[in-house]
């Protein structure tokens, strides 16, 4: 019974990575998009706002539509959307007047297939009748940072090959992994849940004092985890005097090697870890990492708590997701869409504060990454809040 489900697992492994596609091939190209087609720089900071903003609208309307449409539908749709935008990407661009036009048609297009796959593929799982589901649930997660560093790495190694003006060419291999989840979809078993019309409504959820708790908790996961996420390459470069792609390499990629394995070991090992005490240790972990990088006089330092954080807010997400799945359990799709919808309102927040920061302090860093510590305090503080209401609530 349980093996028929590995299929269903094995396409929401490659549903995160696609999802790490969408997130991370563009941004390597915001140099070569500048050059080669003259956009300014300005206008190309306005990509990654309009993939994250794109997400936030999908995750929205997931709240309402996911339901009438069906799981299946929607998430075979995930897959086509994201393959037609990496494919419209490699062409739009030359085809349109317009070439920054073309990018953002393309952008909205993946990212519309990257919002319902961030929906969909954790209550999929979830429904699945696997055991010890946190530790499923957070392995399952680690794919979107394996997949994040495959993208990175295997895009820069062909860069360096065949030259980055075979970009194109990139992206429309990129899109083949999405075109063979398509199948995988249409074909595994699918469940459900809660039954149609079971499951608490947007009004319903929005009345637990618990579901507002969890909805702080994963803003403050995303905050603490992209706003160390999208400034490590340039803390990289500023403290080591690293150019753009060892950057890259070092700062992005070793965080989401460090994001990957510690969702890995928790899925590995979760039976045996209490999930509030281990979401509780990293968070408080994350804070000592925000600290480093923002005291520290040695760049070294600086740069391992850049890197430990990705280790330190790896559990945050999944695990949200998985208390909120164990204590709400009739939250159904509106459940899991407003907490995707928190992750990527933190997410966008998160980098902006230490961006302004960063700004006012006279583009001092350090400073910015210092505003950053309220994101894990406040995270700490809403994990035992989660934790004390969840033991009334076995209590009662």
Known sequence: MKEKYQKTLLACYLGFITQAIAANFAPLLFLTFHKSFGIPLGKIALISTVFFFTQLIVDVLCTNVVDRIGYRKCIVASEIFSAVGLVCLAVLPDLLTDA?????????????????????????????PFEHKESVMSLLHSFYCWGSVGVVVLSTLFFAIFGIAHWRLAACIWAIVPLYNVYNFMTCPIEHLVEDGEGLSVTGLLRLPMFWVSIVLMICAGASELAMAQWASAYAE?????????????????????????????????????????????????????????????????LLGCVVCGFSVGIMWPGTISISSKTIPAGGTAMFALLAMAGDLGGSIGPGIVGIVTQNAGDNLRRGLLAGCVFPIVLVIAIVVLRVMHAWQKRG
């Open 238 to 302: 500023s403290a080591l005097g690293l150019n753009k792609t060892l950057g890259d390499l070092v700062g992005p990629c070793l965080f989401a090697i460090m994001m990957g394995l510690s969702r890995t070991i928790y899925g590995k090992y979760g039976e045996r870890i209490d999930l509030m005490r281990y979401m509780i240790g990293s968070g408080i972990l994350c804070l000592v990492c925000y600290l480093a990088a923002s005291f520290s006089g040695n760049p070294m330092i600086g």
């Open 100 to 128: 920054f036009a073309g990018i953002l048609i393309s952008v909205v297009i993946y990212a519309t297939g990257s919002g319902l796959i961030e929906v969909l593929c954790s209550p999929i799982v979830e429904a699945c």
